[in-house]
């Protein structure tokens, strides 16, 4: 099975990070979300992307010095440098300290998807495939897979440990994304019950369970979404 293509994304305005990564994720591409440069190098470092789409000005680090970091260790991903369009000599420093590519905001996202393909087909290797449970996860939505097979839900790569209620749960959902489930129906459908009153809570203890093992913020979750008054929705 071929791998997802990972992007990470590094920019710290949120709605051009969630543009991106709606826009990418429906060309195929799994995405990584970093909002400064200190946390962009980390990810560059921990979730080996295959392609990097990096802004400038950056808090923390700036885009410039992520970049001349990653090749400085001999990181050799592709990355595109996201400029503004007032700031042309950018591109030319962008270039010289080992940018692949520039694109200039405000970018058309037909043309951005194009040298994200591009760069990646440029330098694409033959990577062989090692056959672990974790690259033979679904793909879900954001960065989370699940293996079907061995029960296994992936974060990023990394194995989630979910009891089986939560796994069961989690599995429900996103299957039936962005469909919005009452407490009742999702005793009725995951846990097998009819209607059994204050058990109902149980579905929302479980819910509160699951974001914080599988949520990068569960505060503010990103896949198990709550539809107020009336019951819980996988987001994709
Ligand atoms: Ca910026």
């Excluded at 996860?137 to 079907?148: E, Q, R, Y």
Aim: proline share 4%; with cysteine; net charge negative.
């Amino acid at each position: 099975m071929d791998k997802q293509k990972c992007i990470l994304i590094v920019e710290d305005e949120k709605n051009i990070v969630d543009i991106l990564r709606f826009n990418l994720q429906r060309e195929g591409y799994d995405t990584r979300e970093a909002y400064d440069g200190a946390d962009g190098l980390d990810k560059a470092r921990s979730e080996n992307p295959d392609l990097i789409l990096l802004d400038v000005m950056l808090p923390k680090m700036n885009g410039f010095d992520v970049c001349q970091k990653l090749r400085e260790e001999g990181n050799n991903v592709p990355v595109i440098i996201l400029t503004a369009r007032e700031e042309e000599a950018d591109k030319v420093l962008g270039l010289e300290i080992g940018a692949d590519d520039y694109i200039t905001k405000p970018f058309s996202m037909r043309e951005l998807i194009a040298r994200v393909g591009a760069n990646i087909r440029r330098t694409a290797m033959a990577a062989p495939a090692a056959a672990t449970a974790a690259d033979a996860a679904m793909p879900v939505a954001g960065d989370l897979a699940i293996n079907t097979d061995s029960h296994q839900v992936f974060r990023g790569g990394r194995a989630i440990d979910l009891t089986q209620r939560e796994y069961e749960l989690l599995t429900f959902l996103a299957s039936h994304p962005n469909k919005v489930y009452s407490r009742v129906d999702l005793m009725e459908q995951v846990w097998n019950y009819g209607y059994v009153g204050d058990d109902v809570r149980t579905v929302d203890v479980t819910v509160r369970r699951l974001r914080e093992k599988i949520e990068e913020n569960p505060a503010s979750p990103a896949y198990i979404l709550t539809r107020r008054g009336v019951g819980y929705y996988f987001f994709a």
